[in-house]
């Protein structure tokens, strides 16, 4: 029974009340249209919404999953293939395969089905204006039929027309059973969708959320250890200190004596190694400082006369090569092999890669101490400190941290990337040029290596005639005579900052070229010291001067 405003009742078919939580759906659906049309939905029901939603969630997508998913809400009544009719609710659908299309002609009054492309649950399609029913709906797309080219019609001004051309709404009543399939496809779609729309805005929430709080007060920073002495500076991270109190040395010189012997004295937790198990009082097996005993040194079971024997002449024939090796420790056992060290390869090529290296590593600083204001201020390619190109080659690893001097006045109007030495300026730059400046290189075991810069009001870009000297030493032959393989190499990457075609400097910019050239640096002292490339023939020639920056 239902009970009326005006407390008169009337008797409802059961099949035409719908669950509780489903009229949460349509309330809230309404809700969320804020339609002023709609005169009914009050004050009372908005109440009603609050305090359901303090209790549980009300989800679309929830009770899509967890009801409806194999549930179709249908018409008053629906007869399936098989004759079976259902009033409303139809239970047991399946995710049977979708039909073929076939050539038969449908029945007098029906249109073909080419597909159904979109999905609209009971709630939605009652207050939907191209719907109106309370029934699952589909967005069915015809096939052109009977002379009529339905699939491209605009169909949007019918009373249950679809955006989408050739589609319309459609009640579930009116669609097959045959096209079950479809049917879970496009609820399955339509949860996807609403799975993603609803992260998406629960992302924008969170967002803008966090865009309102308020920012934490910083960390206090500590400057001293709890015993009042200063804080231990972290290798990596410079601004970070440690109280760290190490466990003083000798505290416990004999290992057998703190080695635990039984099952009590390891933590709980943990236990000693089965097998070999617990050790012994008289155990020293723990004990490395002592001299190993001959039962520990040899292995009986994997010893084998022949092979012991080659490995012996083996060890004899290499000492014989006293021209390149020499046998060390026979006196003091500690047995080892030493490169002759008055014998040397040919050194041309590595001579000649630290020459031009020695070239590029002067262009750089030269080049950094004069440095326009305007090519800091473009927008371009960033301009980094090429720390690798500043330091000796036995010391060229990135270092962990690049500053400003601590007295220089540059650190108003210049900002330095503390990781990859980006040089900006803060605001307009400095009130008045030339403008000197220190970059400090550091590294875990302290300041290693400076370098001297200066912005000034220069018009001309010295890198570029730097680029031209630079390769004018490349080829000259006769003063660099590098390997033919890694000329090619190097050539190749120096084009990318001179044409060796018009033997004209590229105009790039300044932080372009101080990547190119710290790559070649890097490069030059790889090949010096190292086999990158294949070595050129025993009877290759060193290049013509006329041949060596060929156009590539």
């Keep these: 029974m239902v009970t009326r405003e005006d407390g008169s009742s009337h008797e409802v078919p059961r099949t035409r009340v719908i669950a509780w939580y489903e009229g949460l759906l349509v309330l809230q659906e309404l809700e969320a249209r804020r339609d002023a049309r709609i005169t009914w939905f009050d004050d009372r029901f908005r109440k009603l919404l609050t305090q359901e939603r303090k209790k549980r969630k009300v989800s679309g997508i929830l009770y899509l999953e967890k009801k409806l998913l194999n549930l179709s809400v249908t018409g008053k009544r629906f007869e399936d293939a098989e004759g079976i009719s259902f009033v409303h609710r139809r239970p047991g659908v399946k995710d049977a395969d979708i039909p073929e299309d076939k050539d038969e002609d449908p029945t007098p009054d029906g249109f073909r089905i080419a597909d159904i492309t979109g999905y609209m649950p009971p709630w939605e399609a009652w207050c939907h204006e191209h719907a109106g029913f309370y029934q699952d709906f589909y967005r069915v797309h015809w096939q052109d039929d009977k002379g009529t080219a339905w699939a491209g019609m605009n169909l949007s001004k019918v009373e249950n027309g679809a955006a989408e051309a050739g589609s319309t709404w459609e009640p579930d009543d009116c669609i097959p059973a045959s096209l079950d399939g ?13 799975h993603e729309q609803e992260q998406k805005e629960k992302a924008e929430k969170d967002k803008e959320e966090a865009e309102r709080r308020p920012e934490p007060p910083p960390a206090k920073m500590a400057r001293y250890k709890r015993d009042g002495s200063p804080l231990l500076r972290d290798m990596f991270r410079l601004k970070r200190g440690h109280d760290f109190n190490p466990p003083q040395a000798g505290k416990d010189p004999d290992v057998r004596s703190g080695w635990p012997k039984r099952a009590e004295d390891y933590p709980p937790g943990y236990g000693c190694a089965d097998p070999p198990g617990l050790c012994r009082a008289s155990c020293d097996c723990m004990d490395d400082n002592r001299s190993q005993k001959p039962w520990e040194t040899t292995k009986e079971w994997l010893e084998d006369p022949k092979r012991a024997s080659d490995a012996k002449k083996a060890i004899e024939a290499l000492s014989a090569q006293q021209r390149f090796v020499r046998r060390r420790g026979t006196t003091s056992n500690f047995h080892y092999f030493e490169t002759a060290q008055t014998r040397q390869a040919d050194q041309t090529h590595t001579n000649a890669a630290m020459y031009l290296c020695k070239v590029l590593e002067e262009s750089v600083r030269s080049v950094l101490k004069d440095l326009p204001i305007l090519a800091l201020q473009e927008n371009g390619d960033s301009v980094r400190i090429p720390a690798g190109a500043l330091m000796k080659p036995s010391e060229d690893y990135v270092p962990v941290q690049f500053q400003l001097s601590q007295t220089s006045s540059a650190r108003k109007w210049l900002c330095l990337g503390e990781e990859d030495g980006k040089l900006s300026l803060i605001g307009r730059g400095p009130p008045s040029r030339p403008a000197p400046f220190r970059v400090e290189f550091v590294h875990p075991e302290g300041m290693t290596a400076v370098v001297d810069c200066m912005v000034t009001d220069a018009q001309v870009k010295s890198w570029l005639s730097a680029s031209s000297r630079i390769v004018a030493r490349f080829t000259d032959v006769a003063h660099c005579p590098l390997s033919r393989k890694s000329r090619g190499v190097l050539q190749e990457h120096l084009g990318k900052i001179f044409d060796f075609g018009t033997k004209v400097a590229k105009e790039v910019s300044l932080g372009r070229w101080l990547d190119v050239v710290d790559m070649l640096i890097r ?14 023939s025993p009877s290759s020639r060193p290049p013509r001067a006329s041949a060596v920056a060929p156009a590539r």
């Design 182 to 194: 479809m049917r879970l496809r496009e609820k399955t779609r339509w949860l996807k969708r609403k």
């Design 523 to 536: 490069m030059l002292r790889t090949t010096a010291m190292a086999h990158v490339v294949k070595p050129d």
